[in-house]
């Protein structure tokens, strides 16, 4: 099963500063078969980012995706107060599809 | 447009078992796989795994092997998670997610549901 650890565990920043989260694998994630989801309190979670850099539908162009291999990163580049939420980033590259363990965004 | 509507929230006692079944509308059932996802009270995701809605090939998590039962009603468009001999490990939302592609391998979840709570008490 491959492992994806998600760093930091909590981000602190103010609306309009910039977020850089960092999710990496204990194994190789090929083809960037990564995504990036956003979840807020009581809520579902909500596709952002798939294949490492594409966005979903009707995700905004200030989030952005990149990386290869066992190391991925989300950034955002100005963060909007409805931006403060919990960020999960998932590998599909295997069947047994695994999970990070989320890095909270919160209002410093 | 794409729904999954989930079954109420349950209340089981140990040792039970619990069905949830997510009904999916607003495309073809059999296009898209369906991965079933849980969370533990201010935990992280946990995928639980997956089925094919095109041909019930499942893929289970290995924590829950051997508890956990995935099928599908094509005839309903509707997924469900049968998972047994409950502790109050397994207090927690389960969702159920639609997979980019009908083999939820090399998958993305696409659409979720809204989430079903389980809760596992005496």
């Known amino acids: 099963e491959i492992v994806l650890t998600q760093f930091p565990g909590t981000l602190s920043l103010s609306p309009g500063e910039r977020a850089t989260l960092s999710c990496r694998a204990s194994?190789?994630?090929?083809?960037?078969?990564l995504a990036w989801y956003q979840q807020k309190p009581g809520q579902a979670p909500r596709l952002l980012m798939y294949?490492?850099?594409g966005r979903a539908a009707g995700i905004p162009d200030r989030f952005s995706g990149s990386g290869s291999g066992t190391d991925f990163t989300l950034t955002i580049s100005r963060l909007e107060p409805e931006d403060f939420a919990v960020y999960y980033c998932?590998?599909?590259?295997?069947?047994?599809?695994?999970f990070g363990g989320g890095t909270k965004v919160e209002i410093k | 447009q794409v729904q999954l509507e989930q079954s109420a929230a349950e209340v089981k006692k140990p040792g039970a078992s619990v069905k949830v079944s997510c009904k999916a509308s607003g495309y073809t059932f059999t296009s898209y796989g369906i991965g079933w996802v849980r969370q533990a009270p201010g935990q992280a995701l946990e995928c639980m795994g997956w089925?094919?809605?095109?041909?019930?090939?499942?893929n289970y998590g290995q924590r829950l092997q051997g508890r956990v039962t995935m099928t599908t009603a094509k005839s309903t468009s509707t997924a469900y998670m049968e998972l047994r001999s409950l502790t109050s490990d397994d207090t927690a939302v389960y969702y159920c997610a639609s997979c980019s592609s009908a083999n939820c391998q090399y998958s993305h979840f696409e659409h979720w549901g809204q989430g079903t709570l389980v809760t596992v008490s005496s």
């Open positions: 998932q590998q599909y590259h295997s069947s047994s599809l695994t």
């Open positions: 294949g490492a850099s």
């Open positions: 089925i094919s809605t095109y041909n019930g090939y499942t």
């Open positions: 194994q190789s994630v090929s083809s960037s078969y």
